[in-house]
């Protein structure tokens, strides 16, 4: 028979991973409860959460979120093979609910090479499968803020340069009657 807890257990995973922004699996031998403890804390700030998890229960639970390998490999294509191929040995898992998980992908993938133990398995980047080389990419771009900003900068500019180029002629005609003010003496006003 099967046990009640490990049955709420998966349905709870298959619900944060279906709706996490994102979603980590990574190997995380060499770490110290100490740190993984700081590692959670970090991670929990950003609001994602990270647990070790049973890879076969992991494997039952993405299967329930309908997330699929997608063939990452060109081999598998179903999520029931995930626990059997994928994920082997310790596995910690990263969902982050952020607005903004790319920000606490970069932690966790900072925190792993800083540390020089443990390495990202696999995962799924707003319900898309991606690799570890895909998430370590990933960590190199800016967060989503940021990303944004830029974006509203590079649309505005033009705007920006328009209304330098028609205020031009204006300042020119100021500073030449500033100019012709100077030389006249000043204005006279009475």
Excluded: C, H, W
Excluded at 14 to 43: C, H, I, N, P, Q
Excluded at 161 to 180: D, G, N, T
Aim: hydrophobic letters at 45%.
């Amino acid at each position: 028979m099967v046990n009640e807890e490990k049955i709420n257990q998966v349905e709870k995973l298959a619900k944060e991973a279906a709706e996490s922004g994102a979603v980590m699996f990574s190997d995380y031998s060499g770490l110290t409860v100490v740190e993984m403890s700081e590692l959670r804390k970090r991670l929990a700030v950003l609001g994602a959460d990270l647990r070790v998890v049973k890879n076969t229960l992991l494997g039952l639970a993405l299967e329930k979120a309908e997330l699929k390998d997608g063939g990452l490999d060109g081999s598998l294509d179903e999520p029931s093979n995930l626990a059997g191929v994928r994920l082997k040995g310790p596995t910690a898992a990263l969902f982050s609910r952020s607005a903004d998980p790319i920000e606490s992908i970069k932690v966790m993938v900072s925190y792993l090479k800083e540390k020089a133990k443990g390495e990202v398995k696999f995962g799924f980047f707003e319900k898309k499968p991606m690799t570890a080389e895909g998430f370590a990419e990933l960590a190199m771009l800016p967060g989503k803020t940021v990303l944004q900003s830029i974006l509203v900068s590079q649309l505005f500019s033009p705007i920006y340069k328009l209304a330098y180029v028609l205020s031009a002629s204006q300042r020119k005609l100021v500073m030449a009657l500033s100019q012709i003010s100077k030389t006249r003496g000043g204005v006279d006003n009475g």
